[in-house]
């Protein structure tokens, strides 16, 4: 992510919030630290920099570039190998700790009201609604794409205006106690939890641990706040029975205080009734839209706007890329939901799938599900027999553990000639085209590491299209 320009901090504040020590003198007095950054491709005057020790690269190898596009200072774990003299170098045991410590520091700094969204499923959407209600009328920022982790949610911190009226952040997990450090860092004023399913169970262990570690939001939340929590899953209200501040609940339950019926969905979004009475539409696709919309009504009321204008901008929501979104590409409709997949995002997409007029067939291309622990082929052969109970014209699996899923749509019922099955998204790419029609409407979901970005790109790519006779 770019550095921007942020409220000036000293080098000796930095040192400080930070708890690091000083490689080389400091002057003083300046300069200021105005931009943080992490990646040297995008580094500004003015900046410090954090060098990342990653999985697949050491931000250490660039303090050099770092220091040639206008870093002023540096976080490091390592003594740097070559002498920069320009470039003042602050020792920790851990940069990523660091990061986050003075991610804190920045949020204490701010009047503007924190927003923190979490869940299983659906944070990036609801954290777009949010936005989409609250930028017409306040002044405010979000987290781009899904900077949901400890080095994303400080990196969405640093250049937010200390000033404005809200920041949105989102908030993902993947093992325990990694919310709590989130939220200790972000310390929301709002908190939304969307829902809790069977994701991250390699680290989450099952869905009792996703609803604690989802609960755990509300550790750096304000006590005088509001969690704004899925009231349909009475098990997630118990394990944040502990907040003492006040809690709205959202849901398709009627028992919810704001609640969604009379749910219809079509190519141009969802309508739905809120709590009965005021219909709102919302022009993006899928029945759990109204969900997370519910969540993001919250939120806005709780920023002081009216039911008029919260319905009138919902009205103009705009959603995130490759979720749900709708594409037209030669002759095929197709529904591109590739950025990430767990059980119950799958079931979602082909219920919003089934929900939508063809003129041709709707066909399901489906890949694997990653970090779902021991439990990856159930949850696969749940997926298959849900496709088999849905009224699908073709699904095509793609993967080592998709096979589960054509196997057990076939066991289920589903014509074994409407069923295929490749074990990667290489080989799915040079078959799938040559079998697609011109008016299907086509479902793309897998889990990010499937790269099924690839997929889309060759259904545009394609020469030629079989017209449907």
């Given at each position: 992510?770019?550095?921007?320009?942020?409220?000036?901090?000293?080098?000796?504040?930095?040192?400080?919030?930070?708890?690091?020590?000083?490689?080389?003198?400091?002057?003083?007095?300046?300069?200021?630290?105005?931009?943080?950054?992490?990646?040297?491709?995008?580094?500004?005057?003015?900046?410090?920099?954090?060098?990342?020790?990653?999985?697949?690269?050491?931000?250490?190898?660039?303090?050099?570039?770092?220091?040639?596009?206008?870093?002023?200072?540096?976080?490091v774990e390592e003594q740097?190998?070559?002498?920069?003299?320009?470039?003042?170098?602050?020792?920790?045991?851990?940069?990523?700790?660091?990061?986050?410590?003075l991610a804190r520091f920045?949020?204490?700094?701010?009047?503007?009201?924190?927003?923190?969204?979490?869940?299983?499923?659906?944070?990036?959407?609801?954290?777009?609604?949010?936005?989409?209600?609250?930028?017409?009328?306040?002044?405010?920022?979000?987290?781009?794409?899904?900077?949901?982790?400890?080095?994303?949610?400080?990196?969405?911190?640093?250049?937010?205006?200390?000033?404005?009226?809200?920041?949105?952040?989102?908030?993902?997990?993947?093992?325990?106690?990694?919310?709590?450090?989130?939220?200790?860092?972000?310390?929301?004023?709002?908190?939304?939890?969307?829902?809790?399913?069977?994701?991250?169970?390699?680290?989450?262990?099952?869905?009792?641990?996703?609803?604690?570690?989802?609960?755990?939001?509300?550790?750096?939340?304000?006590?005088?706040?509001?969690?704004?929590?899925?009231?349909?899953?009475?098990?997630?209200?118990?394990?944040?029975?502990?907040?003492?501040?006040?809690?709205?609940?959202?849901?398709?339950?009627?028992?919810?205080?704001?609640?969604?019926?009379?749910?219809?969905?079509?190519?141009?979004?969802?309508?739905?009734?809120?709590?009965?009475?005021?219909?709102?539409?919302?022009?993006?696709?899928?029945?759990?839209?109204?969900?997370?919309?519910?969540?993001?009504?919250?939120?806005?009321?709780?920023?002081?706007?009216?039911?008029?204008?919260?319905?009138?901008?919902?009205?103009?929501?705009h959603g995130p890329d490759?979720?749900?979104?709708?594409?037209?590409?030669?002759?095929?409709?197709?529904?591109?939901?590739?950025?990430?997949?767990?059980?119950?995002?799958?079931?979602?997409?082909?219920?919003?799938?089934?929900?939508?007029?063809?003129?041709?067939?709707?066909?399901?291309?489906?890949?694997?599900?990653?970090?779902?622990?021991?439990?990856?082929?159930?949850?696969?052969?749940?997926?298959?027999?849900?496709?088999?109970?849905?009224?699908?014209?073709?699904?095509?699996?793609?993967?080592?553990?998709?096979?589960?899923?054509?196997?057990?749509?076939?066991?289920?019922?589903?014509?074994?000639?409407?069923?295929?099955?490749?074990?990667?998204?290489?080989?799915?790419?040079?078959?799938?085209?040559?079998?697609?029609?011109?008016?299907?409407?086509?479902?793309?979901?897998?889990?990010?590491?499937?790269?099924?970005?690839?997929?889309?790109?060759?259904?545009?790519?394609?020469?030629?299209?079989?017209?449907?006779?």
């Open positions: 992510m770019a550095a921007k320009p942020m409220k000036p901090i000293s080098l000796q504040q930095v040192r400080q919030v930070v708890g690091g020590k000083a490689l080389s003198p400091f002057p003083a007095t300046g300069p200021d630290i105005t931009a943080v950054c992490t990646d040297t491709r995008l580094m500004e005057p003015g900046a410090l920099f954090i060098a990342i020790q990653g999985e697949t690269h050491n931000g250490h190898e660039f303090l050099p570039q770092a220091a040639g596009a206008g870093a002023i200072a540096a976080l740097p190998a070559v002498k920069l003299p320009n470039v003042h170098m602050i020792h920790v045991p851990s940069t990523r700790l660091a990061m986050g410590k920045v949020r204490q700094q701010m009047t503007a009201k924190v927003i923190c969204v979490g869940g299983s499923n659906g944070k990036t959407s609801t954290k777009n609604l949010i936005d989409s209600i609250l930028c017409r009328r306040l002044r405010g920022s979000i987290s781009p794409k899904s900077f949901n982790n400890d080095i994303g949610v400080p990196l969405a911190i640093f250049p937010a205006d200390p000033n404005q009226d809200y920041l949105v952040l989102e908030t993902g997990t993947n093992h325990h106690g990694e919310l709590r450090v989130l939220s200790n860092m972000a310390l929301p004023d709002t908190a939304v939890i969307t829902n809790c399913s069977a994701e991250h169970l390699e680290g989450l262990g099952d869905l009792m641990g996703v609803r604690r570690e989802e609960a755990s939001i509300i550790e750096g939340l304000n006590p005088k706040g509001l969690l704004v929590v899925n009231g349909d899953d009475p098990q997630l209200l118990e394990a944040v029975a502990s907040y003492p501040g006040n809690r709205i609940t959202f849901g398709f339950n009627s028992t919810n205080d704001l609640f969604a019926t009379e749910i219809t969905c079509d190519y141009s979004g969802v309508d739905f009734l809120l709590n009965g009475r005021r219909k709102v539409y919302v022009p993006l696709l899928g029945r759990h839209t109204a969900c997370n919309a519910l969540a993001a009504i919250t939120v806005a009321r709780r920023l002081g706007l009216s039911e008029d204008e919260i319905v009138e901008n919902l009205a103009q929501a490759m979720r749900l979104q709708l594409v037209n590409i030669r002759g095929l409709t197709v529904l591109n939901d590739a950025y990430n997949a767990n059980p119950a995002s799958m079931q979602a997409a082909i219920d919003t799938l089934c929900s939508l007029e063809a003129c041709g067939r709707r066909i399901a291309i489906l890949g694997d599900m990653r970090e779902l622990g021991e439990s990856t082929n159930r949850f696969h052969r749940e997926v298959g027999a849900y496709a088999a109970a849905h009224p699908l014209d073709g699904l095509i699996c793609i993967g080592e553990k998709a096979a589960f899923m054509a196997e057990s749509a076939k066991q289920a019922g589903m014509p074994a000639d409407r069923v295929s099955h490749f074990p990667d998204t290489a080989a799915a790419i040079a078959a799938i085209p040559n079998g697609l029609s011109s008016g299907d409407v086509v479902l793309l979901k897998a889990s990010r590491a499937m790269h099924f970005e690839a997929v889309a790109q060759a259904l545009g790519t394609r020469d030629t299209l079989r017209v449907a006779s």
